[in-house]
């Protein structure tokens, strides 16, 4: 991502803006850039019964080019489910009602894994799959392991100056359990589909810049530091940098366990499907010849996610946008939201390395307080951490897709509700947000969305 928009940038239609490949793309980084989005778009359905089957060939696509290999499991047929034109997903805007979606809620028990990661539980795995492919010798057992609600409770916050910010936290319940009760002191998080373009360019931070951030914050008096998790795909412990905790290493990765955990499709790096020991009826559903994501499918979806570019900031000469950019800085959101960061060499895709972007994070775990906290540890990042998360392209959700769903439970309608949410290491911030003029307080959230 420059500092300023292309020539051709007007003509992009603004609910394509997280669509757009990174510049100077060869002939051949295109294709395999057009390729990956579809399969971004790509169907994933069932496999069929063993008469069905005999009607189609299983290592080719299915009927309307799906592919194979869904559930047994799962909360999403394709990516792009989640993921609308690459944003962000929707939280429900009303108490109760149907379960939740695309929205996920990640489980855990006290404990770690072998390598430091939370641990599942042993009935539900780490997330609930609300829906599956299972043809259930009991009619009366409903689909999926369970319905997930969520239920609104009013809050707020008042300015210095007697504006009254209304707010709202979820608190989730859980309806049809499947596969039992729950393990005692489990552990639930919300978590809202975050957006996916620029994050080949974040990956292409040197991990050497990464701690030297987590260094200078120290002189400042803030605690940022890096998550360290298990890398599969190499084999060892590296610097979290994807996801609300920073709990992915790399894209490669995050796609493969997401591709496992929300669509129930096995990967090469990932092979086993995901099934607790209970869920008899899940261990004996019939499976695709294993991975269900083939090596090509994987390996042109991870260049495609990589290949994302960020759009640039917008309206950058308006004076409320300079004077919000300057408060910005003088109110310390800079120390976190870091706005500029410079990539290292990169072999995936060259265009991305020795770059200057503006991506406005730092890569970080920050403890963000107790009223953001969703008490569940995530390797090193503790109940009441999370990343911070890059603010580039924010002020086009709505435009996106029409979500303006922020934080990690979507419970932010907008940039000022999640503001106001911001404590622990972000509270004094917040606090001199909260005494500014409500002049100031605009001009704030027209930088913000001038992003």
């Given at each position: 991502?420059?500092d300023?928009?292309?020539?051709?940038?007007d003509k992009i239609?603004?609910?394509?803006s997280?669509?757009?490949?990174?510049?100077?793309?060869?002939?051949?980084?295109?294709?395999?850039?057009?390729n990956?989005e579809?399969?971004?778009?790509?169907f994933?359905?069932?496999?069929?019964?063993?008469?069905?089957?005999?009607?189609?060939?299983?290592?080719?696509?299915?009927?309307?080019?799906?592919?194979?290999?869904?559930?047994?499991?799962?909360?999403?047929t394709?990516c792009?489910?989640c993921?609308?034109?690459?944003?962000r997903?929707?939280?429900?805007?009303?108490?109760?009602g149907k379960?939740?979606?695309?929205q996920?809620?990640?489980?855990?028990?006290?404990g770690t894994?072998a390598?430091?990661?939370?641990?599942p539980?042993?009935?539900?795995?780490?997330?609930i799959?609300?829906?599956?492919?299972?043809?259930?010798?009991?009619?009366?057992?409903?689909a999926?392991?369970a319905?997930?609600?969520?239920?609104?409770k009013?809050?707020?916050?008042?300015?210095?100056?007697?504006?009254?910010?209304?707010?709202?936290?979820?608190?989730?319940?859980?309806?049809?359990l499947?596969?039992?009760p729950?393990?005692?002191?489990v552990?639930?998080?919300?978590?809202?589909?975050?957006?996916i373009?620029g994050?080949?360019y974040?990956?292409?931070?040197?991990e050497?810049d990464?701690l030297?951030?987590?260094?200078l914050q120290?002189?400042?008096?803030?605690n940022?530091?890096p998550?360290?998790?298990?890398d599969?795909v190499?084999?060892?412990?590296?610097?979290g940098?994807f996801?609300?905790k920073?709990?992915?290493p790399?894209?490669q990765?995050?796609?493969?366990?997401a591709?496992?955990g929300?669509?129930?499709v096995s990967s090469?790096?990932?092979?086993?499907?995901?099934?607790?020991?209970?869920?008899?009826?899940?261990q004996?559903?019939?499976?695709h010849t294993n991975?269900?994501?083939?090596?090509?499918l994987?390996?042109?979806?991870?260049?495609?996610?990589t290949?994302?570019?960020?759009?640039?900031q917008r309206d950058?000469?308006?004076?409320?946008?300079q004077?919000?950019?300057?408060?910005?800085?003088?109110?310390?959101?800079?120390?976190?939201?870091?706005p500029?960061?410079k990539?290292?060499?990169?072999?995936?895709?060259?265009?991305?390395?020795?770059?200057?972007i503006?991506p406005y994070?730092d890569?970080?775990?920050?403890?963000?307080?107790?009223?953001?906290?969703?008490?569940?540890?995530?390797?090193?990042?503790?109940?009441?951490d999370?990343?911070?998360?890059?603010?580039?392209?924010?002020g086009?959700?709505k435009?996106v897709?029409?979500?303006?769903?922020f934080?990690?439970?979507?419970?932010?309608?907008n940039?000022l509700?999640?503001?106001v949410w911001?404590?622990?290491?972000?509270?004094?911030?917040?606090?001199?947000f909260?005494?500014?003029?409500?002049?100031?307080?605009?001009?704030?959230?027209?930088?913000l969305?001038s992003?």
């Amino acid at each position: 991502m420059t500092d300023t928009l292309p020539a051709s940038a007007d003509k992009i239609p603004l609910h394509m803006s997280y669509l757009q490949p990174v510049p100077n793309l060869q002939p051949e980084q295109k294709q395999k850039f057009r390729n990956g989005e579809k399969v971004f778009n790509t169907f994933w359905i069932a496999v069929p019964n063993d008469v069905m089957a005999a009607w189609w060939n299983l290592s080719e696509p299915g009927p309307g080019g799906a592919e194979w290999g869904l559930g047994p499991t799962f909360t999403a047929t394709s990516c792009v489910a989640c993921h609308i034109q690459a944003g962000r997903g929707h939280a429900m805007e009303s108490s109760g009602g149907k379960s939740v979606f695309p929205q996920s809620l990640r489980l855990s028990i006290p404990g770690t894994d072998a390598h430091g990661g939370p641990l599942p539980d042993p009935n539900y795995g780490l997330h609930i799959q609300p829906f599956d492919t299972i043809n259930s010798k009991d009619t009366a057992r409903r689909a999926g392991e369970a319905e997930v609600h969520v239920d609104w409770k009013p809050a707020s916050a008042k300015m210095a100056d007697g504006e009254v910010v209304s707010l709202r936290k979820p608190s989730i319940r859980l309806e049809q359990l499947n596969f039992g009760p729950l393990a005692d002191g489990v552990m639930m998080s919300m978590r809202n589909s975050q957006a996916i373009f620029g994050l080949g360019y974040l990956e292409a931070v040197s991990e050497a810049d990464i701690l030297a951030l987590a260094e200078l914050q120290k002189s400042q008096g803030l605690n940022g530091r890096p998550n360290y998790v298990r890398d599969d795909v190499n084999d060892k412990t590296s610097i979290g940098r994807f996801g609300w905790k920073a709990n992915q290493p790399s894209l490669q990765q995050q796609i493969a366990g997401a591709f496992l955990g929300d669509i129930g499709v096995s990967s090469p790096l990932y092979p086993e499907q995901n099934c607790p020991a209970v869920q008899k009826d899940c261990q004996e559903q019939r499976h695709h010849t294993n991975p269900d994501l083939r090596p090509e499918l994987w390996s042109a979806l991870t260049f495609w996610v990589t290949g994302l570019d960020a759009p640039a900031q917008r309206d950058r000469a308006e004076p409320a946008v300079q004077r919000g950019e300057k408060l910005f800085a003088t109110l310390k959101c800079a120390q976190c939201h870091v706005p500029e960061l410079k990539t290292g060499s990169f072999e995936r895709i060259p265009q991305l390395g020795n770059q200057t972007i503006r991506p406005y994070t730092d890569l970080l775990l920050h403890d963000m307080g107790p009223e953001l906290a969703d008490g569940r540890p995530d390797y090193r990042a503790s109940g009441s951490d999370w990343r911070t998360p890059p603010l580039w392209g924010i002020g086009l959700s709505k435009n996106v897709n029409g979500s303006n769903n922020f934080l990690h439970d979507g419970r932010a309608r907008n940039l000022l509700e999640a503001i106001v949410w911001h404590g622990g290491e972000a509270q004094a911030s917040r606090e001199l947000f909260t005494k500014l003029p409500r002049k100031d307080r605009d001009d704030l959230l027209a930088f913000l969305q001038s992003l």
